[in-house]
């Protein structure tokens, strides 16, 4: 898939996730085949007002290239600021914006899906950052409830200047419940020239052939099904490549992932940034002996009493 003048080398991306899609966790996916990857969402103000924390969610390195970074804001002046400042600090491959948050702490100052109401104001800002940017923009989108005025707005992202367009086959009000509907995903693509990216409940291989079949987009976006688990990815990859599953061992694979997870996170120093139990939690779910995994971890003062302990249940499992 090419984005502007990017090549993306491959179609399965994957989704900003605040909390989650720190840089350790974005390399993993990496390794694993994920065709790009994007920052959590970073708020265009608190990079204006030189806010360290924030401005160090777009931290990479070579490894990870190409990446994406997202944005969001509600006034287009400051957000072409807090982007340029963006592309000098860190030369992303792309410059994402983001009007599909639904939480209430963007949306009640008119950020994130808020802006689906106000389609004029998504065209300012996306014309806005494309006329000044020298990085390729990109958006996601949640769909409204209405197809016509789901793609009056991917039409007016696309005139605007946008270079791909994701799109969240929910409403705001939906937050996460129900299904995601592809259908509307599906008539964007048919309408649009620029690259269309699927996004919402991919969590296997089977959904994934079956969404990029049914859509007919240029790539798939894999969120919440990554979370502790970026092998979806290699697994995916080769289900598309192949038309067959990958065999491997599900919970060995799991455990070694979350210490090369931790490993990485200490290597770049950002262990304190996480949710130590949380992040165990989704490596974790679903296997046979999680909880205990889980307790020994809460339990631990130290990352090699981790380190053991994942060894200790590894041997355990087979
Ligand atoms: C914990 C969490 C954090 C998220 N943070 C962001 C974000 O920073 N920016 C964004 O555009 N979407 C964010 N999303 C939405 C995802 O990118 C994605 O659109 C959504 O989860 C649907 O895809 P999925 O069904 O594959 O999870 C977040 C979702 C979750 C669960």
Not at 231 to 247: A, S, Y
């Amino acid at each position: 898939m090419k984005i502007a003048n990017i090549k993306i080398p491959g179609n399965i991306l994957l989704a900003p996730m605040s909390n989650v899609t720190n840089l350790p966790f974005r390399l993993m996916c990496k390794k694993y085949g994920a065709s790009l990857t994007y920052s959590e969402m970073i708020s265009s103000d608190a990079v204006i007002y030189e806010n360290e924390k924030t401005i160090n969610r777009g931290m990479s390195c070579e490894e990870e290239r190409p990446l994406g970074i997202q944005i969001f804001g509600n006034s287009p002046e400051i957000m072409v600021k807090a982007a340029l400042k963006i592309e000098e600090i860190y030369q992303p491959e792309i410059i994402d914006v983001n009007f599909g948050c639904p939480a209430r702490l963007l949306t009640k100052d008119g950020c994130g899906s808020a802006l689906l109401r106000s389609p004029e104001l998504i065209h300012e800002i996306i014309k806005g950052l494309s006329d000044n940017l020298s990085t390729p923009v990109t958006a996601k989108i949640r769909i409204l409830e209405d197809m016509q005025k789901t793609l009056k707005v991917a039409h007016l992202i696309e005139e605007a200047g946008a270079d791909a367009l994701t799109v969240h086959g929910r409403t705001r009000q939906q937050q996460y419940s129900g299904k995601a509907d592809h259908s509307y995903v599906k008539k964007i693509k048919q309408e649009l020239c620029i690259p269309v990216i699927a996004n919402g409940d991919i969590v296997d291989e089977k959904s994934a052939r079956e969404v990029l079949d049914y859509t007919e987009c240029d790539g798939i976006m894999i969120g919440r099904a990554a979370m502790g688990n970026p092998f979806l990815f290699k697994r995916i990859f080769h289900f598309l490549g192949t038309g067959e599953m990958l065999d491997y061992k599900p919970c060995n694979q799991r455990i070694a992932d979350l210490k090369e997870y931790f490993g990485l996170m200490e290597e770049y120093n950002l262990m304190h940034t996480i949710n130590v139990k949380a992040q165990a939690q989704w490596f974790t779910r679903g296997m046979r002996n999680g909880r205990h995994i889980r307790r020994n971890i809460a339990a631990s003062k130290s990352l090699k009493y981790i380190f053991e302990s994942l060894d200790e249940m590894c041997r355990r499992a087979y």
